[in-house]
């Protein structure tokens, strides 16, 4: 494809209720970050997958944050048992090689808990 | 970890006048400062960067300067248009083990016609 794909784009869940959030990176890069964004604030750091190098997981806000890169490409990032403040516009970026290139980013998956 | 600080948080500009918003970071070992550009809701996109081997780099109506001793780099935008009205996030290349890229807070930028 021609840039980083996230879906869904919109997610509405209930309150304890788990959900999967995907991201297929740009095709060749090895680098790839989750970030979280709430409404009107910064971009939070999650985890940052390199290549076959153990996932900086340093970022994720609680052990009900999880998230996996298969085959080094498509990520998910798992949220299980979600919470109210788990509200917020989820990114994923991609960027050529190790983390000091541009990140290209997706359009993000606005999650909703109800 | 590194650690990017980023002030104003908000900043209001009339039209023509210049814009510029400062980061700090604190990780000595990081080479390499991108500014991202994120217009209301889409995507964070790259707007220019600059590594640890230059002082300063321009791209037309804008230039990031960067002091390595201080540990700060700053965005300047001259003669100010409607259309930078947006939020501008600064960030800083963690160079440990492996390199990660962490974010500064924003700066939400109104240009005023």
């Known amino acids: 494809g021609a840039g980083v794909s996230q879906s869904p784009s919109n997610k509405v869940t209930e309150k304890g209720k788990d959900v999967e959030l995907r991201c297929d990176p740009i095709?060749?890069?090895?680098?790839l970050y989750w970030y979280r964004q709430s409404l009107g604030q910064g971009l939070e750091f999650l985890i940052y997958?390199?290549?076959?190098?153990?996932?900086?997981k340093s970022g994720l806000p609680s052990d009900r944050f999880s998230a996996e890169r298969t085959g080094g490409s498509v990520s998910t990032l798992t949220i299980q048992r979600t919470q109210q403040e788990d509200s917020a516009v989820y990114l994923c970026?991609?960027?050529?090689?190790?983390?000091?290139?541009?990140?290209?980013f997706g359009q993000g998956t606005r999650l909703t808990v109800v | 970890g590194e650690n990017v600080e980023q002030h104003p948080s908000t900043l209001s500009v009339q039209e023509g006048d210049s814009a510029v918003i400062k980061c700090t970071y604190s990780?000595?070992?990081?080479?390499?400062f991108p500014w991202y550009k994120q217009e209301l809701g889409k995507r964070p996109q790259l707007i220019i960067d600059?590594?640890?081997?230059?002082g300063e780099k321009k791209d037309q109506r804008i230039a990031v300067t960067l002091n390595k001793t201080a540990k700060h780099f700053s965005l300047h935008i001259t003669e100010t248009q409607p259309e930078d009205s947006a939020v501008y996030f600064c960030?800083?290349?963690?160079?440990?083990?492996?390199?990660?890229?962490?974010f500064g807070a924003g700066t939400r930028l109104f240009v005023k016609a």
């Open positions: 997958f390199q290549g076959n190098s153990a996932p900086d």
């Open positions: 600059i590594r640890s081997n230059v």
């Open positions: 095709s060749g890069h090895t680098a």
């Open positions: 960030a800083a290349s963690e160079a440990r083990r492996v390199f990660k890229t962490i």
């Open positions: 970026a991609s960027s050529l090689a190790q983390g000091n290139t541009e990140a290209f």
């Open positions: 990780d000595s070992a990081s080479n390499y």
